[in-house]
């Protein structure tokens, strides 16, 4: 695997894209974010907050929350999807989002 060219610039402007598109959808932003290059794929690693009112529904309302939740990753795929390109020129063929609730790390992979 070789690291993509990105600046570190542009690193940076992936995070406030990121980040931007995160804070719109969830109402706060991230921590801890790691921008990574290789070959082909961006890939972000990031500590979230859990979403009070998704958290609320953990217990009595599973089913529903794990719709809510797989209805909200499609809109912030869409959303990055759309500033990547309209901020940097990017066009990603693939975003690919998993969080784990557990210990409330978010990877993002774009594929190139």
């Not at 921590?31 to 979230?48: E, G, Q």
């Not at 953990?58 to 794990?66: A, D, G, H, R, S």
């Not at 940097?88 to 990877?107: E, F, G, N, Q």
């Amino acid at each position: 695997m070789s690291e993509c060219t990105f600046s570190t610039t542009a690193k940076k402007q992936l995070f406030e894209i990121y980040n931007a598109v995160n804070k719109n959808i969830y109402g706060f932003g991230t921590n801890d974010v790691k921008v990574i290059t290789i070959d082909n794929l961006i890939i972000f690693s990031a500590h979230h907050n859990r979403v009070p009112c998704l958290k609320a529904l953990e217990k009595n309302y599973f089913t529903l929350k794990e719709s809510v939740d797989a209805a909200i990753m499609k809109v912030f795929k869409e959303q990055l999807h759309e500033q990547l390109t309209n901020k940097m020129d990017i066009h990603p063929k693939a975003i690919l989002r998993d969080y784990s609730a557990d210990t409330l790390i978010v990877i993002t992979v774009i594929v190139l």
